[in-house]
């Protein structure tokens, strides 16, 4: 799909404008621009993304639509580690995700209606040396139900856009839909759905009949995805577990929303250290179960906790509390000399940069200004520095 000398020139032009070189057709009159246009701006929005398969020079890039939709290396080696056996890639696509599995199953199998991104993934897969992923055109639940075959795992990565192009949350609003695979699972076999960040879980069991986990999946404190393992032994209160791929430890925080839902949440008024959750926690819904027998919340509301000892395991940031006061630059500007301050909101009137704007302040430094609801339901502001833990 791309001759030495295409590679050559991709690689020669990297880091320049795509745009640019798609108008250079005078420059280079024997090369299909256009093409390669594209193929350089591919490379630099998967840079990071998928850095193993851009740094292979003659792998072939769909359009756009199918990188925004592809799952990252890291979130795709992550889902590798929950199959094994034989696999069904049902919904196909770039084949990321395909990719990471044969480096763990047996055989892949991969499904896609469209056959230009079919042949190019199946050539990508050849470059990437994997010869044991079989490559199908057609449509995923259809060869479901007539393959021989018998899959240890299904996995399903439906387009979350309908026909013009809007954002789908509900299950049988995707493409393919996601409920009708569940009548030919059954207990045959284990279904592992990816979703978007924005779907909400309590429905979402509710529509899959339960499930056995869920994963939330984050990379560097931002909510990429979410997983749903679905099979025979399925309940309606799943372990729920929060994993940052970003950290040594991947594994964040884990519970169920029936335990969140019977705790008790504890309020107190802001002692001598803060904690910002973890979005991933938030996604999850774990606003009271993160709370211990030393860490409180400061409002039912506000998503913000604190203690009078430093406990290096919260998951989320740590802020040590300098002073708080009210929404007044009277009792802040000693220690912003600078007026140059970070600013956050949570349960508060306002945005951060309605905030910064009423007390006149700069972004950055070193000190982060927390405003809030306190226990006491009233706006209050915290100065705070960030724990190097």
């Not at 018998?150 to 409920?179: M, Q």
């Not at 032994?233 to 169920?256: M, Q, R, Y």
Request: charged share 25%; net charge neutral.
């Amino acid at each position: 799909m791309l001759s030495l000398e295409e590679q050559h020139f991709i690689q020669v032009h990297a880091d320049k404008d795509p745009h640019q070189i798609a108008l250079s057709g005078k420059k280079y009159p024997s090369h299909d621009l256009s093409k390669l246009a594209s193929q350089i701006q591919a490379r630099q929005k998967l840079a990071l993304k998928l850095p193993f398969w851009v740094s292979h020079t003659n792998l072939f890039f769909p359009p756009s639509i199918s990188l925004e939709q592809a799952s990252s290396e890291a979130t795709a080696n992550f889902k590798a580690n929950i199959v094994h056996g034989n696999v069904l890639d049902a919904s196909g696509g770039m084949g990321v995700d395909s990719a990471a599995f044969a480096k763990k199953a047996n055989q892949v199998v991969y499904v896609e209606r469209q056959q230009g991104l079919k042949e190019i993934t199946a050539y990508n897969h050849a470059q990437l040396g994997f010869s044991n992923i079989q490559h199908i055109l057609g449509d995923g639940l259809a060869y479901l139900k007539q393959a021989d075959s018998k899959f240890d795992f299904i996995y399903l990565d439906p387009a979350r856009r309908n026909a013009k192009g809007d954002k789908v949350l509900l299950f049988k609003d995707c493409e393919p839909n996601v409920l009708d695979f569940l009548p030919i699972i059954q207990d045959k076999s284990q279904l592992l759905l990816k979703t978007s960040p924005l779907l909400d879980l309590e429905r979402a069991i509710l529509e899959l009949n339960g499930v056995d986990k869920i994963w939330v999946i984050c990379v560097k404190n931002e909510v990429k995805e979410i997983l749903f393992l679905k099979s025979k032994d399925a309940t309606h209160d799943p372990v729920i577990e929060v994993i940052e791929l970003n950290s040594k430890s991947s594994h964040l925080f884990s519970g169920t929303l029936g335990t969140e839902k019977s705790k008790q949440t504890k309020l107190g008024q802001i002692s001598n250290f803060l904690y910002e959750p973890h979005p991933g926690l938030l996604k999850a819904g774990f606003f009271k179960s993160v709370e211990t027998e030393d860490i409180f919340k400061l409002n039912s509301n506000t998503h913000l906790y604190s203690s009078k000892d430093l406990d290096t395991k919260f998951p989320g940031k740590s802020f040590h509390v300098i002073e708080t006061g009210p929404v007044d630059i009277g009792w802040l500007i000693k220690h912003l000399s600078n007026k140059q301050v970070n600013i956050s909101t949570r349960n508060f009137p306002g945005k951060p940069e309605d905030l910064r704007k009423k007390l006149k302040l700069s972004d950055g430094g070193d000190l982060t200004l927390f405003g809030y609801r306190n226990h006491q339901n009233q706006v209050e502001l915290a100065l705070t520095q960030k724990c190097t833990i």
